[in-house]
């Protein structure tokens, strides 16, 4: 009878009641050992590593672009998480307009923080905001304040 090949590590050196070998002797090693044989085991295996990366990107390719969003405001120590699929729900809010000049969003539209978070908003659904990408540009990490100013005169044009 030939063993199943272990899913992590494909070895088919199995316990008799069904576990592989080498997994549960890494489970065992202390975190220090566990992390020096994950290093060794990434310098010989970059190539076989980045494939995985990259399967995993293409198949989960929309949730990795939210995780990778969340992580960049978390590392930035920024308060809040935005809702899935809150594009969607601002598409239909704002009716497909870009609040700033009244045309419509289209296809290249940004996300936008209505009070930026360089100046201390937070990523949260009540704080974003879809705009055109050259309205959004414009505005860039302005004070909502000012940016209303610079809207109430004439000269801007979207």
Excluded at 20 to 46: H, I, M, T, V
Excluded at 54 to 74: D, W
Aim: aromatic share 6%; hydrophobic share 25%; proline share 4%.
């Amino acid at each position: 009878m030939t063993n199943k090949p272990c899913s992590i590590c494909q070895s088919e050196d199995r316990f008799p009641s069904g576990p592989c070998r080498p997994c549960a002797k890494r489970r065992a090693l202390s975190a220090d050992q566990r992390r020096e044989y994950q290093r060794k085991w990434y310098a010989e295996n970059k190539e076989k590593h980045s494939e995985r990366i990259r399967r995993h990107r293409r198949k989960n390719h929309a949730s990795v672009i939210e995780a990778e969003r969340q992580k960049k405001y978390v590392r930035r120590g920024v308060a809040g998480k935005l809702s899935k699929g809150i594009e969607l729900v601002l598409l239909s809010q704002q009716m497909g307009l870009c609040p700033c000049c009244n045309r419509e969003l289209g296809d290249n539209y940004h996300l936008d923080h209505i009070m930026p978070i360089k100046l201390g908003g937070t990523n949260t659904d009540d704080n974003v905001q879809l705009l055109r990408s050259e309205c959004n540009l414009r505005k860039g990490a302005k004070h909502p304040d000012e940016w209303r100013k610079i809207l109430a005169h004439k000269s801007y044009v979207g």
